[in-house]
T-cell receptor, first 115, second 108 residues
């Protein structure tokens, strides 16, 4: 296993609610990236955190926000949930800010269902 | 052109077959390339990095053609346990871009 953990494993919310997902990175890793994976598609990059700062963002609206803590664990917050937010949310940890040759290791994901 | 494209699949092959996956990318500045496999309802797991000279790991061979912006993965002597979705991953500077994946089913 990668040593990356996520909680909760499953979550059901209703439209308009807010959700917080959590991720603990692999020991020694200082970078966490978050992805959204809809059914039948590849993961889509949401954003990355390095040493508590956002270090890159994909094409997601501002209601997707995050945090990284001094121990490099991270949270993903989604406000005003929409039906299309239903997906598997994956976090991946890696070492350093440069993606070149820095493999990412994924946690098991949180499956979010928005009703 | 999409950032990362893969064969649409699915591929259904008998055990022992050789199967090839193809991937193209649009960012000529990309430096890092990977293949991940993803089992149903599980997280992606790194299968192998792809180096310019090509690389092999047991039954798996990955190749990169920078001029054509093309990556391939070859699986020889396929096993039932190889059944999964194979994701091509390319760096686009500040983020990794995943292809949509190609599903492989190895049949007994």
């Amino acid at each position: 296993e990668t040593g990356v953990t996520q909680s909760p494993t499953h979550l059901i919310k209703t439209r308009g609610q807010q959700v917080t997902l959590r991720c603990s990175s692999q020991s020694g890793h200082n970078t966490v990236s978050w992805y959204q994976q809809a059914l039948g598609q590849g993961p889509q990059f949401i954003f990355q955190y390095y040493r508590e700062e956002e270090n890159g963002r994909g094409n997601f609206p501002p209601r997707f926000s995050g945090l990284q803590f001094p121990n490099y664990s991270s949270e993903l917050n989604v406000n005003a949930l929409e039906l299309d937010d239903s997906a598997l949310y994956l976090c991946a940890s890696s070492l350093g800010t440069s993606y070149s040759y820095n493999e990412q290791f994924f946690g098991p994901g949180t499956r979010l269902t928005v009703l | 052109r999409k950032e990362v494209e893969q064969d649409p699949g699915p591929f259904n092959v008998p055990e022992g077959a050789t199967v090839a996956f193809n991937c193209t990318y649009s960012n000529s500045a990309s430096q890092s390339f990977f293949w991940y496999r993803q089992d149903c309802r599980k997280e992606p797991k790194l299968l192998m990095s792809v180096y310019s000279s090509g690389n092999e790991d047991g039954r798996f061979t990955a190749q990169l053609n920078r001029a054509s912006q093309y990556i391939s993965l070859l699986i020889r002597d396929s096993k039932l346990s190889d059944s999964a979705t194979y994701l091509c991953v390319v760096d686009y500077g500040q983020n990794f871009v995943f292809g949509p994946g190609t599903r492989l089913s190895v049949l007994p």
